[in-house]
């Protein structure tokens, strides 16, 4: 196996042997770290959903609190006009003669 000699420190701290397949008590130690960092990252998650879902929730009953009055009014009278919209876009060309003074 190659092994870049920019890096011949890192595995000689680390211990890297010759390829040497690892241990039981190797395999087991990784088996048991995995399960622990998932489990962690599983609470921490859940956590975290559970404070979104709350900010969202005090969020929406804030806005739902405070816009109370208008629902109310617009309950009360409700929108004339015939049920017309008028949509439309306007162009304005200004010529410089037209702009205020500065």
């Known amino acids: 196996m190659y092994r870049d000699p920019k890096f011949s420190g890192l595995f000689n701290a680390l211990g890297a042997r010759d390829g040497a397949p690892p241990s039981l008590l190797q395999k087991i130690v990784g088996v048991l ?40 009014q617009m309950r009360e009278h409700p929108p004339t006009g015939g049920g017309m919209v008028i949509e439309g876009e306007v162009i304005r ?9 500065r």
């Open 33 to 72: 770290v995995t399960v622990a960092v998932f489990g962690v990252a599983l609470m921490f998650s859940v956590v975290f959903f559970a404070v979104v879902v709350t900010v969202g929730a005090v969020a929406w009953g804030y806005l739902w609190w405070k816009t109370r009055a208008v629902r109310k």
């Open 93 to 101: 060309e200004v010529e410089i003669e037209d702009r205020p003074p």
